[in-house]
């Protein structure tokens, strides 16, 4: 399966105290400096994956640990994956059209929020390519689909550990997993009918 994530997230989230940690619980601020250590580049290829571009996915892992930051005396140990995977999810449901508008007026750039001047390599544009193609993909999935696909294909989750995370059955993380799946089938079979170079029919005039 292709990398639709890219390069790592530009940005860190601001410091633990930064966050509202000042008065949290004792070990709060140590809980949350690990928690954003390990579950960063999550975070960030999540709502890149989940349909967000570069740029907004930078500002929207400060929204989502904001977020976790205010709810972690609450939320459970070793929950902190799913609260970030779901928290990324409404956020990047929130931006949607945010995101339409600047794709509409945006271009085709080459790189996307690539700032270093260095020239571009063959093997940097296929990645680039790699990655626009995935997107437009997994774009043509409803969120609720997509947000399956992704942990299962792309994250490696269990179908168990999806439904923990979703707070979903079963059932229903089967359901959406196959119906995620043939519609992403189909969307490749239809970008490969429009991008199949077409044989030109020579013939008797």
């Known amino acids: 399966m292709m990398a639709a994530d890219g390069p790592p997230p530009r940005s860190t989230p601001a410091p633990a105290s930064a966050l509202g940690c000042g008065t949290r619980a004792p070990g709060g601020e140590t809980r949350l400096r690990a928690v954003v ?17 570069p740029d907004l996915a ?65 093997e940097q544009l296929d990645r680039h390519r790699a990655r626009r193609v995935l997107e437009g993909l997994l774009g043509e999935l409803d969120m609720d689909l997509r947000a399956v696909f992704v942990l299962f294909e792309l994250e490696g989750f269990s ?17 959406r997993l196959r119906r995620a799946r043939d519609e992403f089938q189909a969307a490749t079979k239809r970008y490969h009918a429009r991008t199949r170079p077409r044989v030109a029919h020579g013939g008797k005039r």
């Open 58 to 122: 930078d500002d929207a892992v400060q929204r989502v640990f904001l977020v976790l930051s205010s709810k972690l005396d609450i939320i459970e140990p070793g929950r902190e994956r799913a609260f970030l995977f779901n928290t990324a999810l409404r956020v990047a449901s929130s931006e949607k059209r945010t995101f339409a508008r600047r794709r509409e007026t945006g271009g085709d750039d080459l790189i996307d929020g690539l700032a270093d001047p260095q020239p571009v390599t063959d």
């Open 37 to 53: 250590r390990d579950h960063l580049d999550f975070t960030w290829r999540s709502l890149r994956r989940l349909g967000l571009p």
């Open 159 to 175: 179908t168990s550990e999806i439904a923990a995370t979703l707070d979903l059955p079963m059932g229903t993380v089967s359901s």
